[in-house]
């Protein structure tokens, strides 16, 4: 297993949410790889089908690519050639040797393979090889340059000019579940171990970090994607989704922490912008010949902190932790409903509604990066029907009030509050950080509530339910309402509702769709 262990991080990423799909493939090689649709009808009829080295791969996600189901076989040794059946989602991957396809499904007869976090099932084909059409350049391209990276020498410059046609340098990088902050500096750092790279861009859409990173060559970037993609920078978290960006060159106008052209370090910094601190790239150096060693989950010298569920990073640690939220509905908005909705992404410590402006707040979190989380993910959305923004505050700590002073109830202390999601170091909370989304996952749902229950509760919270899904124990369920604005106002609602003989009621947003 030794030789296999670097990917086997990578193939075992089904989220929680899908944990009750994980069962190891048994009943793998009872199905015919003639099958008409992937379904499981027709079983049986291969079992004892004879070891192959073609391998037949079911149930892949539509949008899987060729090279996501070659690099399940690359562990196990040479492969081939691939035929991707699109509209059956299925594919037949040929492995150089018999033996090394052998290795493959006794590998995953006990680890069940993910392509895209959907599980797949993998058995022995009828066909001893796949005839498939050579003139297929791009399959041909990405075959070779995948053999040329795995012999471990620099490529050939045919095959460098076949993977030209094939791929881009360029990458695009989204982080899924950021819980810690992630840096260019760290980008740059993960991805230079696979050749140099020349620029980066780092920017936030959809309430999401992305990144273009630009390599000197097509076969490098071909190379960390392979690698790279769904794997996690910091345990549990951070995990990576790379695809081929359209754009082949990318145009850098300034360095700084935003934004990097490597060839060209004269470039000037842009207004108002820091330039890097090198304090915060000093916090990942230390000890970095590997990518999930070096950034587990931060710096050594943070590691003590992050064990404590405070994480602050060198150069950040004097930042504020506190948010200034504006444009809020002074009508509706309470301190209560502020710290249910930013106790989503981290610990809640004081609110303040603004006593001459009660259409801002300030939230202080329990440390820069919590911040810097509720920030990303929350800035832009609409409560209570106003599009919100939230900013980080000059602010250092929320005042409360003095002794004896009533502010009407518009500053509140909840340091000591029993909600506090992410207190116990490694929860599973941490794992499961998702942007607002208009499916919400439930649990601690008592025994005796039944679909019906849940559906009335969550339409009187004034939205409309458009599906649900109770999970097999019962005890936890996907309910998806019809906007993201209605599943955050049920969020605020309803997280912590008392269900009965004391069962509160849990609800995060959700990364699935029913």
Same mark, same amino acid.
Not at 60 to 79: H, Y
Not at 292 to 311: E, F, T, W
Not at 467 to 478: E, H, S, Y
């Given at each position: ?359 801002? @707040? $300030? +939230? !202080? %979190? #329990?440390?820069?990066?919590? &911040?810097?989380? /509720?920030?990303?993910? *929350?800035?832009?959305?609409? =409560? ?92 936890? @369920? $996907? +309910? !998806? %309402? #019809?906007?993201?604005?209605? &599943?955050?106002? /049920?969020?605020?609602? *309803?997280?912590?509702?008392? =269900? ?15």
């Amino acid at each position: 297993m030794d030789g296999i262990s670097d990917v086997a991080v990578g193939v075992k990423r089904g989220s929680d949410e899908l944990s009750m799909y994980n069962s190891p493939n048994s009943g793998m090689s009872s199905i015919s790889d003639g099958a008409s649709n992937g379904s499981d009808s027709k079983k049986l009829r291969v079992e004892e089908a004879p070891p192959s080295r073609v391998l037949h791969i079911r149930k892949l996600p539509n949008e899987a690519s060729e090279t996501e189901v070659i690099a399940l076989g690359l562990p196990f040794g040479k492969v081939t050639n691939i035929l991707t059946l699109k509209g059956k989602n299925q594919a037949f991957l040929e492995m150089g040797t018999e033996e090394a396809a052998i290795t493959m499904v006794n590998y995953y007869t006990t680890v069940t393979p993910h392509v895209r976090n959907v599980p797949v099932f993998i058995q022995y084909s009828n066909h001893k090889e796949l005839k498939t059409d050579a003139g297929n350049q791009r399959t041909q391209a990405v075959l070779q340059a995948v053999s040329a990276v795995q012999s471990g020498g620099s490529p050939s410059s045919d095959v460098q000019e076949a993977l030209a046609a094939a791929s881009s340098p360029v990458l695009r990088i989204i982080i899924d579940n950021m819980f810690y902050p992630v840096t260019l500096d760290v980008l740059q750092q993960i991805f230079s171990k696979f050749g140099t790279v020349m620029k980066i861009i780092t920017f936030t859409k959809n309430n999401q970090f992305q990144a273009l990173l630009q390599f000197s060559d097509p076969v490098n970037a071909q190379q960390a994607k392979l690698a790279l993609d769904g794997q996690n920078i910091y345990n549990s978290c951070c995990t990576l989704r790379i695809d081929f960006s359209k754009l082949v060159n990318l145009n850098v106008k300034y360095n700084n922490d935003k934004s990097r052209d490597y060839t060209r370090p004269e470039l000037p910094a842009g207004d108002g912008q820091p330039s890097i601190d090198p304090s915060v790239a000093a916090a990942f150096s230390k000890d970095s010949n590997s990518l999930l060693g070096a950034l587990n989950p931060l710096s050594a010298a943070a590691a003590a902190a992050a064990a404590a569920g405070r994480v602050a990073l060198a150069g950040q640690a004097g930042s504020s932790g506190v948010l200034l939220v504006s444009n809020l509905n002074e009508e509706m908005v309470t301190p209560q409903s502020l710290f249910t909705l930013f106790g989503v992404y981290g610990d809640v410590q004081r609110v303040k509604i603004l006593y001459n402006k009660k259409d801002s @707040a $300030l +939230i !202080q %979190m #329990s440390d820069t990066n919590q &911040a810097q989380l /509720a920030m990303s993910h *929350l800035n832009g959305q609409k =409560m209570y029907g106003k599009i919100i923004r939230v900013t980080l505050s000059k602010h250092q700590t929320v005042a409360l009030p003095r002794d004896g002073l009533d502010d009407q109830g518009l500053t509140k202390d909840y340091a000591n509050s029993p909600l506090h999601r992410f207190k116990k170091p490694g929860s599973k909370n941490f794992q499961n950080i998702f942007p607002p989304s208009a499916t919400l996952h439930l649990s601690n749902i008592p025994q005796d509530v039944t679909e019906d229950d849940l559906r009335l509760l969550f339409s009187n919270a004034g939205g409309t339910v458009k599906a649900f899904k109770f999970f097999q124990d019962r005890k936890m @369920a $996907l +309910i !998806q %309402m #019809s906007t993201v604005e209605e &599943a955050i106002q /049920a969020l605020i609602d *309803l997280h912590n509702y008392n =269900m009965g003989g004391n069962q509160h009621l849990r609800v995060s947003f959700s990364k699935s769709t029913i």
